[in-house]
């Protein structure tokens, strides 16, 4: 299943990460073991912040997603189930079955 990951962490521990190293090791272990489809970092709120797409294939890796970027950056974590163009054409072949039932 895809999963968009939004992750946000202050300045401080940025500035502090990025003055030891850390952010680099942590990033490159990051794209290393969740070989992410996409990935987007920007700001917000005043913190640094980003988006992973990952796949997943069980919902037991939500813990090691999570820690990932809770250990490694003291990060903010949400996820969510998410589709892509083709995911979404795919599900629209059989939502008229599915609404005749229920309508």
């Known amino acids: 299943m895809r ?14 990460a990025i003055q030891s190293g850390k952010i680099e090791k942590v990033f490159q272990q ?3 073991d969740l070989k992410p489809e996409a990935s987007y970092f920007y700001t917000e709120g ?3 912040a980003g988006h992973f797409v990952v796949d997943m294939n069980d919902s037991t890796q939500v813990a090691g997603v999570v820690e990932r970027f809770s250990f490694g950056l ?6 969510m189930p998410v589709m892509n163009g083709d995911d979404l054409h795919k599900a629209l072949s059989g939502i008229q079955d599915l609404v005749k039932r229920y309508k």
């Open 46 to 48: 005043g913190q640094r």
């Open 30 to 32: 990051l794209f290393e």
């Open 3 to 16: 999963v968009m990951v939004k992750f946000s962490f202050s300045t401080e521990t940025g500035n502090a």
């Open 74 to 79: 003291n990060a903010k974590v949400e996820m």
